[in-house]
């Protein structure tokens, strides 16, 4: 039933990147006769609606400048939501050049292995009194709304987050999701594409590696820094998206 529902969600928003905006009443046919509730789930998964004047867009259709981007980064115990755990979460509100918000906050974790603990300086006295998974995550969708969700890695990141939502029976996120490690490839002259690297490489210079918040400012700098390399055709988020896309390395 779950899975029906989002195949729905998915089905708009194919329907909403093939045109510029739909009149509401045609909704129905899409989303059912409950079509006003259904918009506000749609808008709980952060699908980036927009509705005026009778019609219904999706803003990654409009200027990059024009949206809102949350880069995203999780620090974990591992690599499988399954089994390991989220132990902190940073995110980084950007729009038009500027930041506009942040968010950070560790995550409760009976245990942080030591290879854990040398990697990132957190430990498991760091994360005791911090909010539980279900809570964190919870305050994490708040923040991040229908914001076009960016990282570094972005599949690792996303994915992940998303399987501890669903294990957590919160709605996951159907965010319109960039990669700018993918996006670094295709536009940035280095050698390597990892954030370490590129923040050498590009000058950037974060004396901070491994740590949620500071890997989002590196990866808002690397976004930066390949927006300014786009091919002049690339104007809208779908555009961009689809650049991306092309020859994939």
């Known amino acids: 039933m779950i899975q029906n529902s989002l195949d729905i969600y998915d089905n708009l928003i194919n329907i909403l990147n093939s045109k510029d905006s739909i009149d509401l009443t045609e909704l129905e046919y899409i989303l059912g006769e409950d079509y006003e ?22 803003k990654t259709n ?15 115990t591992g690599f499988s939501p399954q089994i390991n755990n989220i132990i902190e979460i940073g995110a980084i509100k950007y729009k038009n050049g500027k930041i506009v918000d942040s968010f950070e906050s560790y995550v409760f974790t009976e245990d942080i292995p030591d290879k854990i603990t040398e990697i990132t300086g957190i430990d498991t006295s760091m994360v005791r009194n911090a909010p539980k998974i279900d809570k964190a995550l919870i305050e994490f969708k708040i923040f991040l709304q229908d914001s076009i969700f960016l990282a570094h890695n972005a599949i690792f990141d996303f994915n992940f987050i998303n399987k501890r939502l669903e294990m957590a029976k919160i709605p996951i996120m159907k965010n319109p999701m960039i990669c700018t490690l993918a996006l670094a ?39 930066e820094e390949s927006i300014l390399r786009l091919p002049n055709n690339i104007k809208s988020v779908n555009d961009l998206i689809r650049f991306i896309k092309i020859n994939k390395n």
């Open 185 to 223: 490839k295709k536009t940035l002259q280095a050698q390597k594409h990892g954030l370490g690297y590129l923040n050498e490489f590009l000058q950037i210079n974060y004396p901070v590696r491994h740590r949620a918040y500071a890997d989002c400012y590196i990866a808002l700098k690397v976004f």
């Open 62 to 76: 409009e200027n990059i400048f024009e949206n809102t981007f949350c880069i995203v980064d999780i620090e974990t």
């Open 37 to 58: 509730i259904n918009i506000e789930i749609a808008k709980s998964l952060g699908i980036p609606l927009k509705i005026k004047d009778g019609n219904i867009s999706i």
